[in-house]
Each structure stands twice: as C-alpha cells, then as structure tokens.
C-alpha cells in the first residue's frame, strides 16, 4: 500500500512540472537552428527543459545541459515553410531562446520586372521570397517618397507577381516598392520610370473659405503652418471647412504650393 502511495505521488509531482510552463515560437523556416540556455531547475536536480516538439514532433536533440540546439536541418523544411516549435519546462525556472529572430520572416526578394502601365498599374515580379511580408509602394514626389499602397507577400521563392493601382503625376515619375523585415531595414526594389501625357493640374480656387479646387484629380496634402498634416486625399477638390483660418501649405500633383484660409 505503501509503495502504491508513493508512486502515486511520484506523477502527481511529475504532472505538475510537466505543464508548468511552455514556451511556443511561430515562425517560417530560414535555414538556420535556434539556440536554447537551459537554466537548472529550481529544485537543484536536473534542467529546466523537459520536452521539445517541432510541428508536433518530440525533437531527438540532447536538452539535459545548460545550453542546446534545436536542429531544423533533420526535419528536410524548404526554405518558407512554417515552423511552431514548442519548449515545455519546469516550474520556477525559464529557459531562453537566444535567437528567436532566425525563425521571423527575412525580406530575400529579388525583383525580375517593375513597370507602371499607361492604365496606372503599378506591377512587379519577384523570386526568392523567404516569408510573407507585406509590399509597400512608393512614389516619389514633393521631393520625398510617398505611401501609395500596399500588397500582401506571397512569401514563396518561386516566381510571384503583383501589381496595385498609383495615381501618376504629370510628367515623369518614378514608383518603387519596398519590405521591411525584423531588423527594420528596409529593401527597395528597382525604381519604375513613368511618363505621363496627362496636363499637369492647377489650383483654379479664387477664394479659399471652403474648398480648394484642382483643374483635375490629383493626390494633395495640406499641411498647416508648423508642419503638422491637415488633411491628404486624391480628388479634384478638397473641403477646408474644417481648418482654422490662418496660412498653410499645399502639396498637389508635382507641385508645392501655399494658401491662405479665410
């Protein structure tokens, strides 16, 4: 009876830091192994990692020591594919993943094609993507380089296209597209000359109470005195009721202008 009592015991205790804690990392594979620092357990016997699983499967890595490696290679992912890696350990103690960063997904694209269509279509194609991440497009125009939209990745290293509607300027302009990745370092694609016919667009208000209007569409921003931004649209007029009367400055097709609201 004895016996029975103690061995009883023994999985109560076994239960209890069996799911004392874990650890679970979401992420696409990169080719490289994530390193784990495996404190001892607050008990003194033995280490804090108990059970490793990679996509559901118990990892054959040796964990009992104070530092580890999870080795992906085993596992034959291609480059992209997801990854839930999960670390189960005791109680009152936590080990640490030192380079999580390996499984976040990296911007490796390499664009083959960029072009603006005479329908104002901004479309790209790439190879080598290692994880989604999302496009954002850029203009340049107003001397800096403006958002203009943005396309989800399809993060395959395959051949990929995308495209997303610009509103182009008149005479030339130049689009690009770019990712930022973990590391916040943004990679830029080959920009995409484009030359527009269209005639280039004027402020034709006479007065300015409560709308500014242009000869044409056209992207604008208004921007108040001491820099902050008023308002920012795409259209052929713009509604100034809203701002406070005082000077301003208009940003609207090529062209940087000021006015002053009445």
């Known amino acids: ?41 607050s008990s003194g016997v033995g280490f804090c990692v108990f059970e490793v699983t990679v996509n559901g499967k118990t990892s054959t890595d040796e964990i009992n020591s104070s530092a580890f490696e999870i080795d992906l290679s085993i596992y034959q992912f291609n480059l992209g594919d997801k990854v839930t890696i999960s670390i189960k350990h005791k109680d009152n103690c936590v080990p640490k993943v030192l380079n999580p960063e390996v499984l976040k997904p990296k911007s490796t694209f390499t664009v083959s094609a960029i072009e603006v269509g005479k ?103 208004i921007y108040d005195y001491y820099g902050n931004l008023a308002l920012k649209g795409i259209g052929s007029k713009v509604d100034i009721t809203s701002l406070k009367k005082g000077d301003y400055f208009i940003n609207y097709d090529n062209l940087m202008d000021q006015f002053k609201k009445k």
């Open 119 to 221: 329908d104002g279509t901004l479309s790209w194609s790439t190879t080598g993507e290692a994880g989604k991440l999302t496009y954002i497009g850029e203009q340049y125009r107003w001397n800096k380089w403006v958002k203009v939209g943005e396309a989800e990745g399809k993060g395959t290293p395959n051949s990929n296209s995308y495209s997303m509607k610009v509103a182009p300027h008149s005479g030339n302009n130049k689009f690009r597209v770019k990712q930022v990745d973990y590391s916040k370092k943004p990679r830029y694609s080959p920009e995409a000359i484009f030359k527009s016919v269209s005639p280039p667009v004027s402020i034709t208000s006479k007065k300015f109470e409560t709308e500014i209007t242009f000869s044409g569409e056209t992207m604008y921003e």
């Open 1 to 41: 009876m004895k016996k029975r009592i103690i061995t009883f015991l023994f999985f109560v205790l076994l239960g209890t830091w069996s799911f004392a804690g874990e650890i679970v990392i979401d992420g696409i594979f990169q080719g490289k192994n994530l390193y784990v620092m495996n404190p001892f357990a």
